[in-house]
């Protein structure tokens, strides 16, 4: 069955650390991505790649950096977590096509205490 | 850039009647247009897809959408809702960036089927 995993389903952290958050993918998809999601303001994108070691920014990286050393792997770095960044994090992998659909993993619930 | 709005926050309907969840869109040229549904404690998973030919495209769980060219809507609609269908609908518009396609979403509707 082909899937997106991401690696904690719920992750606390304190202000200030520094967080990573896990995404892999098995369908040899080239674009990776990860969303936050925050009631009433949908998903919003803060990273993309669309090759090994290529990224680009979304709409709200601040704060927010991303690595991808493999095709497989997608990783999400909060270089030092603040409160503000409470959220639901969603990882998502799709083919290149322009019409192509977008799966998604089960999500990261990151609350920064 | 493309972008997409869903104007109801919520949605509420009695089971057996239609439902309809709106969205309407801006792109420049041709768009690519996605729903996206989410339930209680689970992942998001894909619905329809409106990439070109026919207006009315068919999806999952009984689901369709009408592509509206002069009112730029993609409306997700459903003849009979159940309960079952309550949920998190996400209508989203594929978006070019710099080196590959990104997807951009609404902010989304909740959908409450009561029996």
């Known amino acids: 069955d082909v899937k997106v995993t991401q690696s904690s389903r719920y992750l606390v952290k304190r202000t200030g650390e520094k967080v990573f958050l896990e995404c892999v993918q098995d369908?040899?998809?080239?674009?990776m991505f990860w969303y936050r999601q925050d009631p009433g303001l949908g998903l919003r994108l803060i990273y993309f790649?669309?090759?090994?070691?290529?990224?680009e920014k979304g709409d709200i990286p601040e704060g927010y950096s991303v690595s991808r050393e493999k095709k497989e792997r997608f990783s999400l770095i909060l270089e030092s977590a603040s409160t503000n960044q409470t959220s639901m994090y969603l990882c998502a992998s799709s083919p290149r096509g322009l019409n192509e659909k977008l799966l998604f993993g089960s999500g990261t619930q990151l609350s920064v205490l | 850039a493309q972008s997409v709005a869903q104007p109801e926050d919520q949605v509420k309907v009695a089971e057996g009647n239609p439902l309809t969840v709106k969205c309407t869109y801006s792109?420049?040229?041709?768009?690519?247009l996605f729903w996206y549904v989410q339930y209680p404690n689970r992942g998001l998973q894909f619905l329809l897809k409106y990439i070109t030919g026919d207006n009315l495209v068919k999806g999952s769980y009984g689901f369709e959408a009408e592509f509206n060219k002069s009112q730029t809507s993609f409306h997700l609609k459903k003849p009979s809702a159940l309960v079952s269908d309550s949920a998190l609908y996400f209508c989203a518009v594929r978006d070019m960036g710099a080196g590959g396609f990104k997807t951009i979403f609404g902010a989304g509707t909740r959908l409450f089927v009561k029996a």
């Open positions: 369908m040899d998809h080239e674009n």
């Open positions: 792109v420049s040229g041709n768009p690519y």
């Open positions: 790649s669309y090759d090994v070691k290529m990224k």
